[in-house]
Every structure is written in C-alpha cells, then in structure tokens.
C-alpha cells in the first residue's frame, strides 16, 4: 500500500472485503488494536438486489449488482439504468439512486461501525496520531464510489485509499 507500518506513529488501516469489513492500527510493525465486522462488498450487491426489486420490480444477477456497485457504488443523485427479469422476461428500468441509498444505508451503516468502534477504543495519544495521518482504505470495497467520503464522514477524520487498494491486500498477506 506504500504506508510505512514500521512507523513509531500510528496508522488506521480499513479493509473493505467481500465479506468482512477488517480494521487494524499498526505501529512499529504490530498490530495495536483491531476490529472485523462480518460485512462487506458481497452485502452491498445483495442490498442493491433488494433496492432494484422493491423499485422496479426487477431480477437482477450478480454480474448487474457487481455492475451498479462499482458504478453508482453510494452515489445518491441522479438516476441509472439496469437491466434484469421481470416476470421470466429480459427488461430495463431506471433506478432512482437517492431511494436505493435508503436500503443501503443498513449495510453502510455496518460497515462503518467497527470503525467507529476502534476509535472510541484506543488510547486518545493514539487517536491523536490517527486524526493527523488518517484513515487509509484498501479492498476491493475501497474502490466502490462514495465508501471514502462515508468513511470521512462517520469518522471526522482524513481518509484515502492507498495505491492498488486490492493488491495492497494480497502483498500485505504475501
């Protein structure tokens, strides 16, 4: 992720997974505190499924659900198109973004929690170190549209996504 975890500072790491929302301060190497939710992308598309039928009345496979996600992600202006079944039959609509964030925001809301958590746990010198360097996000999770702007918001603190969020978790296992 190029974040220097031998630091003698603290970094607030979020992995944003398929199923598991993994947090992490490190500090000279170790691991100091962590937190892990089972929730992540794969909830996502499973509420986004729920949003398009209770909208449209629409079936919609994983391919479109991956498709919104990483399209609309958590966008809540504006309208989009999607394609599913509708009564065993191909078929269109549009969604309105701001009504499919309503069924999302459950799910946000337990992904943002063992963030919230992990903050409220840690010693205030460390909290101090995580507010002046911030959150760093990695995951595929990390890339879905609006995740680092809900993090930065529910957190009042800087956040970013490393480089190569998804591949900064397979070298960082390596």
């Keep these: 992720s190029g974040i220097d975890i031998g630091s003698p500072y ?24 962590s937190m892990a939710e089972r929730v992540g992308c794969s909830d996502l598309r499973r509420g986004l499924r729920d949003a398009v039928y209770i909208q449209t009345g629409l079936v919609i496979g994983d391919a479109e659900a991956d498709r919104l ?18 009564a065993g039959q191909p078929a269109r609509a549009r969604l309105n973004l701001a009504a ?24 205030d010198a460390t909290g101090a170190e995580i507010i002046e360097d911030g959150i760093f996000l990695t995951g595929g999770g990390a890339l879905v549209p609006g995740l680092r702007e809900a993090v930065a918001e529910g957190s009042a603190i800087d956040t970013r996504i490393v480089n190569d969020p998804m591949g900064a978790v397979i070298s960082g296992a390596r």
């Excluded at 603290?10 to 505190?33: K, N, Q, S, W």
């Excluded at 996600?69 to 509708?86: N, S, V």
């Design 10 to 33: 603290a970094t607030f790491l979020v992995d944003f997974g398929e199923g598991v929302t993994d947090c992490a301060v490190i500090r000279d190497g170790r691991i100091i505190h």
């Design 69 to 86: 996600l990483r399209t609309i992600g958590l966008t809540a202006e504006g309208a989009e198109p999607c394609q599913g079944l509708r």
């Design 100 to 123: 499919v964030q309503s069924v999302l925001r459950p799910v946000l809301d337990r992904m943002l929690a063992p963030i919230k958590s992990l903050l409220l746990e840690i010693p």
